[in-house]
């Protein structure tokens, strides 16, 4: 037996606590693990081994609940929180990981509970072994009561959602699109023109022995399909010669469309990446101004400024609702990104989609609203205000915009062009289809200001 399979019980118990802190303690997945991989200094196979145990049961969720239900005849709400993680555990272990004997998977959870939980280990014992002796019969197919249960235990998406997108689309589109979130996410990049040019980057990265893809549409932006080493530690990354970024993030900037000199106001900033990008396109001549209601993320900012050469943002601790009347007119261009349902990026963050609740749909809308009138009087006469998200619920979307202009006269849409962006806008707006334009979820609206 090999150092790493004797740690393996170990990492299973780290993969407890992960889970716990993520479901239990509403940390994010991607923080939480990262945080462990670096506390506990978790090897190469170990690590995989962790994160496969940690991001697989996030994913595979709400079926492995259906499962447990089946299995316990008790919802999961009245059942342990701690057994209920060290049965998702068990089970995921039983139906998705091969390389692990269903015997080892109940014998591991068993001591997990016994060290874990007062009394419990036999229930656990119970339910695991009944699931090995009843496989054949807790498939999809035999616990889906309705075909929109089978589409959420299919393609793992909460079954309120599937409901709701059927009734917003059609089964076939949700499908489709339950399916794209449902697949790895690629790794893309924009290569910073502040720092490189795009060959010299490209060959460099080669030459490293990286292997890239380049987008059809953009040339500073890449897709890493391998790579080598941490990314976080890469010169490439640490000097700012590249920054994350998905395809639909990047059009954004692009419909600002920001030119060198102008004054540019942000008022819902972080992480900062669209910020960022539009000091690239100025070719860091200008002002922008990132706004955001958490200081902390105001550092990161500052921190990523520094990476990548920026030199012309400042940043103002600021709620986009309570922008002062000193700004009034004092802006060439205006970008709310406002704060969303975010039901576009569902493929990069598992962990989001259970914490959805359908209230938020409607909810949030009110709080769009009064970001977007609040900006509206710091645009310039003859500026440009954009509103963007990265959702694709209408309600949040069409509506918040159609609602502004009707209760804002002195705006007008400003329509994007067919040949702007490579999504054809409808009705002057753009609303990206993660399964039929392959990229993330987003909206984008153009406002001109004209006199009122």
Not at 214 to 232: A, N, T
Not at 340 to 367: A, F, N, Y
Not at 440 to 452: C, I, L, P, S, T
Request: net charge positive; with cysteine; aromatic share 8%.
């Amino acid at each position: 037996m090999t150092d790493t399979q004797t740690q393996i019980p170990n990492i299973r118990r780290l993969a407890l606590q992960a889970l716990s802190d993520i479901n239990r303690g509403g940390a994010y997945a991607n923080v939480v693990l990262k945080q462990y991989i670096s506390k506990y200094g978790l090897g190469d196979l170990d690590r995989r081994f962790f994160t496969e145990l940690v991001y697989g049961v996030i994913r595979r969720r709400n079926y492995l609940d259906a499962i447990i239900e089946h299995l316990t005849k008790k919802k999961i709400k009245k059942l342990s929180s701690l057994v209920v993680e060290i049965l998702r555990l068990g089970l995921y272990q039983m139906i998705y990981m091969d390389k692990v004997p269903n015997s080892a998977a109940v014998n591991e959870s068993v001591k997990l509970a016994k060290k874990m939980t007062r009394g419990l280990s036999g229930f656990v014992n119970g339910v695991l072994r009944n699931a090995d002796r009843q496989a054949e019969s807790l498939t999809i197919e035999d616990l889906a009561k309705t075909p929109i249960d089978r589409i959420a235990y299919t393609y793992n998406q909460p079954t309120w959602l599937v409901d709701y997108w059927c009734q917003q689309m059609g089964t076939e589109a949700t499908e489709e699109l339950c399916a794209w979130f449902n697949e790895k996410p690629y790794l893309s990049a924009r290569i910073n023109s502040l720092k490189t040019d795009v060959e010299g980057c490209i060959k460099e990265l080669e030459a490293a022995g990286w292997i890239l893809s380049r987008d059809q549409d953009f040339d500073d932006l890449i897709y890493i399909d391998k790579h080598l080493g941490s990314l976080e530690a890469s010169k490439f990354v640490k000097e700012g010669y590249i920054t994350f970024m998905d395809k639909a993030s990047l059009m954004v900037g692009r419909v600002v469309n920001p030119k060198p000199g102008e004054r540019i106001l942000d008022t819902c900033a972080a992480p900062g990446g669209k910020i960022m990008h539009m000091a690239s396109l100025m070719r860091n001549k200008g002002t922008l101004v990132a706004c955001d209601v958490y200081d902390h993320k105001l550092t990161l900012m500052k921190d990523n400024a520094k990476r990548l050469g920026v030199t012309i943002v400042k940043t103002c601790l600021q709620d986009g609702r309570e922008i002062p009347e000193s700004q009034a007119e004092f802006y060439d261009r205006v970008l709310v990104d406002a704060p969303c349902s975010g039901l576009g990026i569902l493929q990069k963050k598992l962990d989001m989609r259970w914490r959805k609740e359908p209230s938020s749909l409607t909810d949030l809308p009110k709080l769009q609203a009064a970001i977007l009138n609040r900006a509206a009087m710091t645009v310039k006469e003859g500026g440009i205000l954009v509103y963007s998200t990265c959702t694709i619920n209408p309600l949040e979307n069409q509506e918040v915009v159609k609602t502004f202009l009707k209760d804002h006269k002195e705006f007008r849409l400003d329509p994007i062009g067919p040949d702007e962006l490579p999504v054809a806008p409808v009705d002057g707006m753009v609303t990206v289809n993660p399964a039929r334009h392959d990229m993330d979820g987003f909206f984008m609206a153009r406002m001109r200001k004209e006199k009122a």
